[in-house]
């Protein structure tokens, strides 16, 4: 699973969810592709305008993949993403830790 937090800009948040909400252009696009699996999209209760998302994949390939396949809409989409907020970053790559 691959986990980005985001700034959402003042006024800007119905914007947000347009975009990154469960009915929203990123999980429309995620649902054409092989390997997706599922987004979920929180909202940090303590910090205005911050939000997070979880978006699930079979694995890192399926995930590779669909970049390689959808390079042209990924990118027109992060370029609407970047008038929106004022700060987005990857925080990392995830995966189960099972029976650590």
Request: hydrophobic share 40%; glycine share 8%.
């Amino acid at each position: 699973m691959y986990i980005w937090a985001y700034e959402v800009l003042p006024g800007r948040v119905d914007d947000f969810y347009e975009l990154y909400g469960p009915k929203g252009s990123w999980v429309a696009l995620f649902r054409q592709a092989p390997g997706y699996l599922a987004t979920e999209l929180l909202l940090d209760r303590a910090q205005a305008g911050r939000f997070v998302t979880i978006d699930r994949w079979e694995s890192s390939v399926a995930f590779t993949s669909f970049r390689d396949e959808f390079a042209e809409e990924f990118d027109r989409l992060d370029r609407l993403g970047e008038h929106l907020t004022s700060h987005e970053v990857l925080l990392g790559e995830f995966g189960s830790a099972g029976q650590h």
